[in-house]
């Protein structure tokens, strides 16, 4: 089945990180979060991989150009064009990566759309290129051939941006909580699609508005409810997180 990784878009509230570089590239403990997402789906058995570029899409080009021998240990007789000797393999040889540029300001929906071709007209996957879950995209997958409409949406509680704490009823403060999920369900990504939705779309169609709604409207969306581990890296303090977790060896989405 083939992962389509939407990994084109500026990432202007990343500046810090984006400025040289596209997102997908941004590293959480040494490794682009695109390595980290294509991880999370080896993990379970889907390995074909459709990336959809836009912003400095030649840097993740150039990145899987070169992986194997960054990867590896090889000897080269210099000199010689193909004097190269690999030495070992590395955890990703079973992969599959098409590489498709799909323009530098292109919406969401117009990505997957320009990637039709690729698709081979079956069942297939679409994640954003800078958030990490513990979702079981195994379960969710499952779940989207059982309600058997044409669009899966796996949803998450939305993370709050601040900690709370508690008042008593002199005023005093009687604790502080941390960072808590909110009641409210929001998209996480991880589609599940059927080829029917790429009828929704069209070259210039953002995902998330019209034909989400649209799929919704003519009963075809169904939201996979995810209430594990859900983290977006949308700014520069949320690259820090990650890497905080990841470096104290927290990840909840390395299942690797």
Not at 96 to 114: A, F, I, M, P, Y
Not at 116 to 130: H, I, K
Not at 197 to 221: K, N, W
Request: proline share 4%.
């Amino acid at each position: 089945m083939k992962v389509v990784i939407l990994a084109g878009g500026l990432g202007t509230r990343l500046r810090e990180e984006t400025e040289f570089r596209p997102k997908p590239l941004v590293e959480v403990g040494g490794r682009p979060i695109l390595w980290h997402i294509m991880k999370m789906y080896a993990h379970h058995g889907f390995k074909e991989f459709v990336v959809c570029l836009g912003y400095r899409g030649s840097q993740i080009k150039e990145y899987f150009l070169n992986y194997h021998a960054m990867s590896s240990d090889f000897s080269i007789q210099l000199g010689s064009s193909d004097g190269i000797d690999i030495h070992g393999a590395h955890a990703e040889e079973d992969l599959t990566v098409t590489l498709v540029d799909t323009g530098l300001e292109t919406g969401t929906g117009g990505r997957v759309k320009r990637v039709q071709e690729y698709l081979d007209n079956a069942t297939f996957m679409v994640s954003y290129g800078d958030g990490v879950s513990d979702v079981d995209l195994s379960a969710a997958l499952a779940f989207h051939r059982e309600h058997g409409k044409l669009a899966t949406v796996t949803a998450v509680h939305a993370p709050s941006r601040f900690g709370q704490m508690e008042i008593a009823d002199d005023h005093a403060v009687t604790q502080f909580q941390e960072k808590q999920p909110l009641d409210d369900w929001i998209s996480a990504g991880f589609f599940v699609f059927e080829p029917g939705v790429l009828e929704y779309l069209d070259s210039d169609s953002t995902l998330e508005r019209d034909p989400m709604e649209t799929l919704r409207a003519d009963g075809q969306l169904a939201a996979y409810q995810h209430d594990g581990f859900w983290q977006p890296m949308d700014t520069y303090r949320e690259s820090q997180l990650l890497n905080e977790l990841w470096d104290s060896g927290r990840a909840p989405w390395k299942s690797w």
